[in-house]
Protein backbone atom coordinates (compact mmCIF):
# COMPACT_ATOMS: atom_id res chain seq x y z
CA UNK A 1 0.00 0.00 0.00
CA UNK A 2 1.60 3.31 -1.06
CA UNK A 3 1.17 6.55 1.39
CA UNK A 4 0.48 9.83 -0.31
CA UNK A 5 2.95 12.13 1.01
CA UNK A 6 1.89 15.85 1.28
CA UNK A 7 3.95 18.78 -0.53
CA UNK A 8 6.73 20.47 1.32
CA UNK A 9 5.37 23.28 3.38
CA UNK A 10 8.29 25.55 3.93
CA UNK A 11 9.40 28.66 2.04
CA UNK A 12 12.37 30.21 1.60
CA UNK A 13 12.31 33.98 2.27
CA UNK A 14 11.03 36.08 0.05
CA UNK A 15 14.03 38.21 -0.27
CA UNK A 16 15.24 35.68 -2.84
CA UNK A 17 13.52 37.30 -5.34
CA UNK A 18 15.98 40.21 -5.25
CA UNK A 19 18.87 38.14 -5.01
CA UNK A 20 18.17 36.51 -8.34
CA UNK A 21 16.92 39.09 -9.84
CA UNK A 22 20.45 40.61 -9.22
CA UNK A 23 22.00 36.95 -10.71
CA UNK A 24 19.99 37.43 -13.67
CA UNK A 25 20.74 41.24 -14.42
CA UNK A 26 24.26 39.95 -14.36
CA UNK A 27 23.77 37.26 -16.61
CA UNK A 28 22.23 39.48 -18.83
CA UNK A 29 24.67 42.08 -18.80
CA UNK A 30 26.86 39.68 -20.63
CA UNK A 31 24.25 39.02 -23.50
CA UNK A 32 23.70 42.93 -23.96
CA UNK A 33 27.98 43.13 -24.07
CA UNK A 34 27.17 40.68 -26.72
CA UNK A 35 24.84 42.49 -28.46
CA UNK A 36 26.33 45.73 -27.88
CA UNK A 37 29.03 43.87 -30.13
CA UNK A 38 27.03 42.64 -32.31
CA UNK A 39 25.43 46.25 -33.10
CA UNK A 40 28.89 47.23 -33.36
CA UNK A 41 29.94 44.63 -36.27
CA UNK A 42 27.14 44.81 -38.38
CA UNK A 43 27.22 48.77 -39.13
CA UNK A 44 31.29 48.66 -39.60
CA UNK A 45 30.70 45.76 -41.78
CA UNK A 46 27.26 46.98 -43.28
CA UNK A 47 25.07 43.78 -42.33
CA UNK A 48 21.52 44.22 -42.67
CA UNK A 49 19.31 45.86 -39.92
CA UNK A 50 17.25 43.17 -38.69
CA UNK A 51 20.90 41.43 -37.83
CA UNK A 52 21.59 44.07 -35.09
CA UNK A 53 17.69 44.55 -34.28
CA UNK A 54 17.38 40.85 -33.52
CA UNK A 55 20.69 40.71 -31.07
CA UNK A 56 18.98 43.55 -29.39
CA UNK A 57 15.69 41.95 -29.39
CA UNK A 58 17.25 38.95 -28.06
CA UNK A 59 18.88 40.69 -25.13
CA UNK A 60 15.58 42.48 -23.78
CA UNK A 61 13.80 39.64 -24.24
CA UNK A 62 16.75 37.71 -22.58
CA UNK A 63 17.10 40.39 -19.59
CA UNK A 64 13.02 40.29 -18.79
CA UNK A 65 13.08 36.87 -18.67
CA UNK A 66 15.76 36.07 -15.91
CA UNK A 67 15.45 39.53 -14.31
CA UNK A 68 11.71 39.74 -13.94
CA UNK A 69 9.63 36.37 -14.76
CA UNK A 70 11.43 33.13 -13.46
CA UNK A 71 12.89 34.24 -10.17
CA UNK A 72 9.31 34.65 -9.15
CA UNK A 73 8.31 31.16 -10.92
CA UNK A 74 11.45 29.96 -8.65
CA UNK A 75 10.40 31.20 -5.87
CA UNK A 76 6.84 30.22 -6.03
CA UNK A 77 7.59 26.43 -6.96
CA UNK A 78 10.31 26.29 -3.83
CA UNK A 79 9.93 24.21 -1.07
CA UNK A 80 11.14 22.23 1.90
CA UNK A 81 10.63 20.37 4.88
CA UNK A 82 12.87 18.69 7.50
CA UNK A 83 11.32 15.82 9.20
CA UNK A 84 12.76 12.99 12.33
CA UNK A 85 13.83 10.65 9.48
CA UNK A 86 14.25 12.95 6.33
CA UNK A 87 14.63 16.47 4.58
CA UNK A 88 12.07 17.09 1.49
CA UNK A 89 12.85 19.17 -1.25
CA UNK A 90 10.95 20.63 -4.04
CA UNK A 91 12.08 23.16 -7.11
CA UNK A 92 11.81 23.58 -10.37
CA UNK A 93 9.82 25.49 -13.22
CA UNK A 94 8.59 23.63 -15.88
CA UNK A 95 9.55 20.66 -14.45
CA UNK A 96 9.12 20.14 -10.90
CA UNK A 97 11.48 17.79 -9.00
CA UNK A 98 10.47 16.70 -5.69
CA UNK A 99 13.66 14.88 -3.72
CA UNK A 100 13.54 12.99 -0.38
CA UNK A 101 17.22 12.51 1.80
CA UNK A 102 17.26 10.20 4.44
CA UNK A 103 19.12 11.49 7.13
CA UNK A 104 20.55 8.63 7.93
CA UNK A 105 22.41 9.57 4.63
CA UNK A 106 23.41 12.78 5.53
CA UNK A 107 27.28 13.29 6.21
CA UNK A 108 27.22 16.98 6.80
CA UNK A 109 25.81 20.19 6.66
CA UNK A 110 26.68 23.77 5.79
CA UNK A 111 26.16 27.28 5.02
CA UNK A 112 27.20 29.18 2.47
CA UNK A 113 26.92 33.52 2.49
CA UNK A 114 28.14 34.89 -0.85
CA UNK A 115 28.93 38.49 -1.72
CA UNK A 116 25.11 38.85 -2.90
CA UNK A 117 23.44 36.87 0.06
CA UNK A 118 25.46 38.84 2.46
CA UNK A 119 23.87 42.33 2.11
CA UNK A 120 20.62 40.86 2.47
CA UNK A 121 21.32 38.83 5.37
CA UNK A 122 20.59 35.23 3.39
CA UNK A 123 22.35 31.79 3.45
CA UNK A 124 22.01 28.60 1.63
CA UNK A 125 22.01 25.30 3.45
CA UNK A 126 24.15 22.47 1.39
CA UNK A 127 23.42 19.17 2.95
CA UNK A 128 25.67 16.34 1.84
CA UNK A 129 25.42 12.82 0.84
CA UNK A 130 27.36 9.97 0.10
CA UNK A 131 26.02 10.43 -3.42
CA UNK A 132 25.51 14.34 -4.25
CA UNK A 133 24.96 17.41 -2.19
CA UNK A 134 21.46 19.25 -2.37
CA UNK A 135 21.11 23.04 -1.32
CA UNK A 136 18.45 24.72 0.64
CA UNK A 137 19.13 28.65 -1.34
CA UNK A 138 18.11 32.13 0.56
CA UNK A 139 17.37 31.50 4.01
CA UNK A 140 17.31 34.15 6.91
CA UNK A 141 20.64 33.92 8.23
CA UNK A 142 19.05 32.66 11.56
CA UNK A 143 16.77 30.33 10.03
CA UNK A 144 19.93 28.75 7.90
CA UNK A 145 21.86 28.39 11.47
CA UNK A 146 19.15 27.13 13.09
CA UNK A 147 18.15 24.70 10.24
CA UNK A 148 21.94 23.24 10.33
CA UNK A 149 21.78 22.60 13.61
CA UNK A 150 18.26 20.67 13.38
CA UNK A 151 19.45 18.78 10.42
CA UNK A 152 23.07 17.74 12.31
CA UNK A 153 21.44 16.34 15.46
CA UNK A 154 18.69 14.77 13.43
CA UNK A 155 21.10 13.07 11.62
CA UNK A 156 23.29 12.13 14.55
CA UNK A 157 19.98 10.79 15.74
CA UNK A 158 19.41 8.96 12.73
CA UNK A 159 22.75 7.15 12.33
CA UNK A 160 23.01 6.12 16.03
CA UNK A 161 19.52 4.33 15.54
CA UNK A 162 21.03 2.80 12.76
Known amino acids: MLVERRAPSKRISKRALTVWRIHGLIHSLIIIAVSIGLTVVSFLNDWPFYVWLS ?6 LYTIFFVAV ?11 E ?17 TLIPMV ?15 FKLATITISSAATVHEIPALDEGEADDLRNSISSLARVAEDDV
Not at 55 to 60: K, L, P
Not at 105 to 119: A, E, F, N, S, W
Open 55 to 60: GIGVAI
Open 70 to 80: LPSLRWKRWRY
Open 82 to 98: VRDLEIELQHGVIFVKR
Open 105 to 119: RVQHVDTIQGPILRP
